[in-house]
């Protein structure tokens, strides 16, 4: 990974569905930017998912980019109140309306480098979206938020148990679903590789990320 960040082993051999899935199902399984703390953790608490493993998986807003209008709700007709003034009069000159069409950096402190500043940005009031700032704000994760922002080494550590936790979610099993030759593309015939990969060779196989 060239921006940096954890790596870890994840198990090898999950059967994927055979269908890609929808926009729909999709969009229903990730929170909207404008979801407060309580949403986020009903959301993830029926996946199996702690408050640690939440905060841990937002940390991944370390890089990539945010649309405006995921935003521009913080900052129009009134500004948030847990934002920097400073922060958010640098995102009115890139979002000077509530419906432009540009985007910004998540991070503004390491912007193209998987580390911890995510978390340092949301105790100087600078999560970009209301999922990120929140996190800060609620008591129920303020100390985590906290702990991972001083701690680099912990923040990866929680980050690679909640990604390894995520894997496991909805996992078929016996002939349902095939194990893809290719992670990202369904195979290209209706055999997969579960009539050539044993079960025995499947349980238990590690792999670096």
Same mark, same amino acid.
């Given at each position: 990974?060239?921006? /940096? ?7 090898? /051999? ?24 309580? *949403? ?45 003034? !400073? ?9 000077? *309306? ?19 500043? !995510? !978390? ?15 996190? !800060? ?5 303020? %100390?985590?938020? *906290? ?19 995520? %894997? ?19 195979? /290209? ?14 349980? %238990? ?5």
């Amino acid at each position: 990974m060239q921006s /940096g960040g954890p790596q870890y082993d994840i198990p090898l /051999g999950r059967r994927d569905s055979l269908n890609f899935a929808t926009q729909a199902a999709t969009i229903a399984n990730i929170p909207a930017p404008t979801s407060n703390t309580t *949403t986020l953790l009903d959301s993830f608490s029926k996946k199996n998912l702690n408050p640690t493993d939440l905060v841990a998986l937002s940390g991944a807003h370390t890089i990539g980019r945010g649309h405006c209008a995921s935003f521009t709700s913080r900052l129009y007709p009134t500004q948030d109140p847990t934002m920097n003034q !400073y922060f958010a009069n640098s995102l009115k000159v890139t979002c000077p *309306t509530s419906n432009t069409s540009n985007t910004t950096v998540l991070d503004i402190r390491t912007p193209k480098k998987f580390d911890n500043k !995510y !978390y340092v940005d949301l105790m100087n009031h600078q999560g970009l979206f209301t999922s990120d700032q929140d996190l !800060y704000t609620d008591k129920r994760t303020r %100390g985590i938020v *906290t702990r991972f922002a001083v701690n680099q080494s912990l923040s990866f550590e929680k980050f690679a148990v909640a990604m390894i936790k995520m %894997g496991q979610l909805n996992v078929l099993t016996g002939k349902q679903g095939e194990i893809r030759t290719n992670c990202s593309a369904r195979n /290209g015939n209706d055999l997969g590789l579960w009539s050539v990969v044993g079960d025995d060779q499947e349980q %238990g196989r590690l792999s670096q990320f």
